[in-house]
T-cell receptor
Framework: DVKVTQSSRYLVKRTGEKVFLECVQD?????MFWYRQDPGLGLRLIYF???????EKGDIPEGYSVSREKKERFSLILESASTNQTSMYLC???????????FGDGTRLSIL | AQKITQTQPGMFVQEKEAVTLDCTYD???????LFWYKQPSSGEMIFLIY??????QNATEGRYSLNFQKARKSANLVISASQLGDSAMYFC?????????FGKGTRLHILP
């Protein structure tokens, strides 16, 4: 069974802090994604990566960066956290077509 | 442009009844996949069912079935004999050409 693991289920940080959200998958998938989910807005893609050291901006990349140094790990970085980045963050990996994405359990991030 | 529409923001259904969650999509890609995910209040995204655009038969997985009407561009999720544990948010998603888009979701409430 595919496993996508996010490092924290709940995280509380302060405004201005640099925040790292880690995601690891164990199935050698090329593609990995970071989404945020907010009430009424559904899932919005922040960044995705289709290979090691490769990244592409999604729909809402502002205020975020990502790192993919190893195939199994995709990190989301909030350079200087702000209160409007309080949200649920979901990581996903994607195998070759035609399979669906596999999601981690999510991280509920609160920025105070 | 690709688009997923879920027109029902919320639904209430009596336990043991069948329920249909609507999903329509738009794409010019001839090859695509359609998925449904369940997200309980705990936040994790659970993959339910997949339908490929070239599949001849409607997909079924236990109590879940996908009513795929290609000409109408609809991919409704049918849950038979609903249970209290089916109360959750449900997302329809489409994959084409390595891009995944999600609908805004339908919140399903199962009433005892």
């Amino acid at each position: 069974d595919v496993k996508v693991t996010q490092s924290s289920r709940y995280l509380v940080k302060r405004t201005g802090e640099k925040v790292f959200l880690e995601c690891v998958q164990d199935m050698d998938h090329e593609n990995m994604f970071w989404y945020r989910q907010d009430p009424g807005l559904g899932l919005r893609l922040i960044y995705f990566s289709y290979d090691v050291k490769m990244k592409e901006k999604g729909d809402i990349p502002e205020g975020y960066s990502v790192s993919r140094e190893k195939k199994e790990r995709f990190s989301l970085i909030l350079e200087s956290a702000s209160t409007n980045q309080t949200s649920m963050y979901l990581c996903a990996s994607l195998p070759a077509r035609p399979q669906p994405q596999h999601f981690g359990d999510g991280t509920r991030l609160s920025i105070l | 442009a690709q688009k997923i529409t879920q027109t029902q923001p919320g639904m209430f259904v009596q336990e043991k009844e069948a329920v249909t969650l609507d999903c329509t999509y738009d794409t010019s890609d001839p090859s695509y996949g359609l998925f449904w995910y369940k997200q309980p209040s705990s936040g994790e995204m659970i993959f339910l069912i997949y339908q490929g655009s070239y599949d001849q038969q409607n997909a079924t997985e236990g109590r879940y079935s996908l009513n795929f009407q290609k000409a109408r561009k609809s991919a409704n999720l049918v849950i038979s004999a609903s249970q209290l544990g089916d109360s959750a948010m449900y997302f329809c998603a489409m994959r084409g050409d390595d891009k995944i888009i999600f609908g805004k979701g339908t919140r399903l409430h199962i009433l005892p």
